[in-house]
């Protein structure tokens, strides 16, 4: 029987308000991709049982994930078969892509270990997601776990590991209208005032302060953004009063969710569910989620199907 592995990763959230572009981190909603090496074949295929009815195979990203990390690993890959579910809503800003590569890489460097090849080490495929996603901080993040400021530079990408408190909790909520990345970029200035550029930074550091303490005057004043926030909230209806409500519902603060047009919130870890419905409720077809801080790093298992089945 041909050898079958699963992974399973987690969703990101980003940005934080002034984390712009560099901070994930990663929650409790799921992708699943189960790997199976194809002996008898000559490429790679992607499954999808839950994929929209405009969706090609052929042109899944996933497949270019694969395609990036032979080219970075110089080695031959047998071809594989991803079979592929997910819960992470697409163009809400859960970094639904960024799951999707880490999950390829993860599985394509496992294929490779297992085999007796070089298999890319962690930082690798960071570099690797990096260069398929264009920006560091979903695909980072679901690739290692936890919270990750990622800064890539000339000799590739610095990561550092952001402590996340324990008593801090977070909601997510979308509403039935995505906000896909290509939108969400064009609706951002060429150029910002300077007050506001030297503003952003200042914030950011009680941002980290206090996801590091969870102090919640810290989180309230820290996740205010001047760079993108109030350019892709005019963009989403709902999402000023949505931001308001979770925060009178208890949250210590409320931002986007990367770009959007997902919302997060964050409060006390045992107060959240009344803070996600609030977050909700304002957003056209809202849907709001409790989710857990997803601390670790995804791991590949070997996977064995009842019955022959995913």
Request: proline residues 9%; contains cysteine; charged residues 20%.
């Amino acid at each position: 029987m041909a050898p079958r592995l699963v992974v399973q990763v987690s969703a990101s959230t980003s940005n934080l308000g002034p984390g712009f572009d560099f901070l994930g981190l990663c929650l409790g909603l799921h992708l699943r991709a189960v790997a199976t090496v194809r002996a008898d074949a000559h490429e790679h295929v992607v499954v999808r049982p839950d994929a929209p009815p405009d969706w090609r195979a052929e042109d899944d990203l996933m497949l270019a994930v694969l395609r990036a990390y032979v080219a970075r690993s110089d080695a031959p890959l047998p071809p594989l078969q991803l079979s592929v579910e997910s819960e992470i809503p697409v163009g809400r800003g859960f970094g639904s892509s960024g799951a999707a590569v880490a999950a390829a890489l993860l599985l394509a460097a496992d294929v490779d270990e297992r085999a007796g090849r070089r298999a890319l080490s962690r930082d690798e495929l960071v570099d690797v997601a990096l260069e398929v996603e264009g920006h560091p901080d979903n695909g980072t993040a679901s690739l290692l776990g936890g919270c990750t400021l990622s800064v890539p530079h000339a000799g590739g990408v610095t990561v550092v590991r952001q402590p996340v408190h324990d008593a801090l909790g977070f909601a997510l909520a979308w509403p039935d209208e995505p906000l896909f990345t290509e939108a969400a970029r064009s609706a951002l200035p060429a150029e910002v005032p300077f007050a506001d550029a030297v503003e952003n930074p200042r914030r950011l550091a009680l941002l980290l302060e206090g996801l590091r303490t969870g102090a919640p005057g810290l989180l309230a004043l820290g996740v205010e953004d001047r760079l993108h926030e109030r350019h892709r909230r005019a963009l989403i209806p709902g999402s000023d009063d949505a931001c308001r409500a979770a925060r009178d519902a208890g949250a210590y603060a409320a931002c986007l969710s990367g770009a959007g047009s997902g919302l997060v919130a964050i409060g006390p870890v045992d107060g959240m569910h009344p803070i996600a419905s609030a977050l909700a409720n304002p957003l056209s077809g809202g849907v709001g989620r409790v989710v857990a801080f997803a601390p670790d790093p995804p791991v590949v298992e070997p996977h064995a199907a009842p019955n022959g089945r995913d």
